[in-house]
């Protein structure tokens, strides 16, 4: 199944992988025909992969567990940084950063359940997605999320080839974990701070499945 957040590239897509093997039927020459074969079929083949909808089901214990925090994409844990001050947190943080190349799934989900504090588009370049610059100079969405145990703060980041961010969430939602909220059109970025005080489980290397693995776990200001 195709998922709906992007109906309009992949129709479109697949007309042109359509009229390519129409074209092959023409009289244009047995080489033509198997080079127009070839990208009608490797466009379409594309299209469906990456625009595919794949279920990813919740990891149990984050149904019942509001200080896990989930990783809201697939992908490589390529950076995981101190930051001294993020200004959605209002303190210190830490950075997940998981790259997603054109392969991934590339559907994304909340990472916890909470109230969308912030919800923001800001345009920018087009960096490659694993250069650490992407996360403050790329164009991006940038969520802010609370529970009743802590804040967390993601975005989604453009890279060089993805040029499209959707979503569709809303400051005042109350979004549940695993849920899906959007998705990045192509190679992409996804960022997760949480506060420095919370518990990190992943690494740079680490691969990581949206709604299954666990990135870390936020610590309540009273424990």
Avoid at 49 to 58: I, K, N, T, V
Avoid at 64 to 91: C, H, K, R, W, Y
Avoid at 168 to 180: A, L, N
Avoid at 185 to 203: E, L, N, T, Y
Wanted: net charge neutral.
């Amino acid at each position: 199944m195709l998922t709906p957040y992007g109906h309009n590239n992949a129709f479109l897509m697949l007309g042109i992988g359509a009229c390519l093997l129409l074209l092959a039927l023409s009289p244009v020459g047995t080489a033509m025909q198997v080079i127009l074969i070839a990208f009608g079929v490797l466009t379409i083949s594309f299209t469906l992969w990456f625009f595919r909808d794949a279920e990813r089901p919740l990891l149990s214990e984050a149904a019942t567990n509001p200080a896990l925090i989930m990783s809201p994409a697939d992908g490589q844990v390529v950076n995981v940084d101190s930051v001294a001050f993020s200004p959605e947190l209002g303190g210190a943080g830490t950075q997940i950063s998981i790259f997603l190349s054109p392969l991934n799934l590339h559907v994304n989900r909340y990472p916890a359940s909470g109230t969308i504090l912030e919800a923001r588009y800001i345009p920018g370049a087009y960096l490659m997605a694993f250069n650490p610059k992407s996360s403050t100079e790329n164009e991006r969405s940038i969520f802010v999320l609370e529970n009743a145990v802590g804040r967390i703060a993601y975005q989604q980041i453009t890279g060089f080839l993805a040029r499209r961010i959707v979503y569709d969430t809303q400051v005042g939602d109350v979004v549940t974990v695993g849920k899906r909220f959007g998705m990045m059109k192509f190679g992409s970025r996804m960022d997760v701070v949480v506060p420095a005080s919370a518990d990190v489980f992943v690494r740079p290397g680490d691969k990581v499945i949206s709604a299954h693995t666990i990135l870390a776990r936020l610590r309540s200001a009273t424990a």
